[in-house]
């Protein structure tokens, strides 16, 4: 079972950088993945995108996808709570 946590955001933030409240999700999940701090299967999970459009985004801002074997084994549990394998 997950947990939400939400975090309060002012909204002169949203209206200075023009971004939704997705996008703005979506530019922590690539932070944090960058700094190695979310999986790429978990980053890509908060972003909501696919696997190749989360690929491209990366690609697009020259981010590396480091994707080792321990991500990998966490993936394959996230997958299979979640009853796709």
Request: hydrophobic share 45%; proline share 4%; no cysteine.
């Amino acid at each position: 079972m997950s947990t939400v946590i939400t975090i309060e955001i002012p909204r002169e933030v949203a209206h200075i950088t023009r971004m939704t409240p997705q996008e703005l999700k979506q530019e922590l999940a690539i932070a944090l993945f960058e700094k190695g701090k979310l999986s790429f299967g978990k980053a890509r999970e908060m972003t909501g995108l696919a696997v190749g459009a989360f690929q491209q985004l990366l690609g697009s801002r020259g981010i590396a996808v480091h994707y080792d074997l321990p991500e990998y084994h966490e993936d394959l549990a996230t997958l299979k709570a979640l009853g796709r394998l």
